[in-house]
T-cell receptor
């Protein structure tokens, strides 16, 4: 059974700092890993998807890395801004039979102070 | 191109009542999944529908049931509501032949009093 853990649970940083969010998973046989952003009370916005054959994926100030063998992924946010304040979730698909479900971590709550 | 849509946005129900939530998948997607997200937690998988059948189910009681229509839209039904059913309910869709990337809707906030 796949389990996903995110560290830290919460993070508060001043504006402009570079920061790293961590995600670990127990079963390394994954197809991909997805990072999401969630604003309070809202749905999930996909930030980055890394395929199992990739090691990195970049979008603007965001960079996500994947190390399948160690069961880890990191989301790097450069030059953080107050607008980056949100909960960040990582998820991996768990495939069985006809279906596939996403298994999520509990998220990291990020606050960027101006 | 419309993304995943859900209705209603918010809902308040009383314990013991029944509720129906609705989801329309992103254009071109035929697989719909439902997730429950309690406050402060990550989303938990409820079930997934493809070709109008439930294909996979998470650890949720039979009070949670669903349906998928020929146009791929879906409903989530919850009977005999409990206080613990209060949560954000998220719908996600993906094309069947995909690399398992799922696209999420804005969610329905259910409050049970």
């Amino acid at each position: 059974k796949q389990e996903v853990t995110q560290i830290p649970a919460a993070l508060s940083v001043p504006e402009g700092e570079n920061l790293v969010l961590n995600c670990s998973f127990t079963d390394s046989a994954i197809y991909n890993l997805q990072w999401f952003r969630q604003d309070p009370g809202k749905g999930l916005t996909s930030l980055l998807l890394i395929q199992s054959s990739q090691r990195e994926q970049t979008s603007g100030r965001l960079n996500a890395s994947l190390d399948k063998s160690s069961g880890r992924s990191t989301l790097y946010i450069a030059a953080s801004q107050p607008g980056d304040s949100a909960t960040y979730l990582c998820a991996v698909p768990e495939v069985s039979g006809y279906g596939n479900k996403l298994v999520f971590g509990a998220g990291t709550i990020l606050r960027v102070k101006s | 191109d419309a993304g995943v849509t859900q209705s209603p946005t918010h809902l308040i129900k009383t314990r013991g009542q029944q509720v129906t939530l609705r989801c329309s998948p992103k254009s071109g997607h035929d697989t719909v999944s439902w997730y429950q997200q309690a406050l402060g937690q990550g989303p938990q998988f409820i079930f997934q529908y493809y070709e109008e059948e439930e294909r996979q189910r998470g650890n949720f009681p039979d009070r949670f049931s669903g349906h998928q229509f020929p146009n791929y839209s879906s409903e989530l039904n919850v009977n005999a509501l409990l206080l613990g059913d209060s949560a954000l309910y998220l719908c996600a869709s993906n094309p069947r032949a995909s690399t398992y990337e799922q696209y999420f809707g804005p969610g329905t906030r259910l409050t049970v009093t």
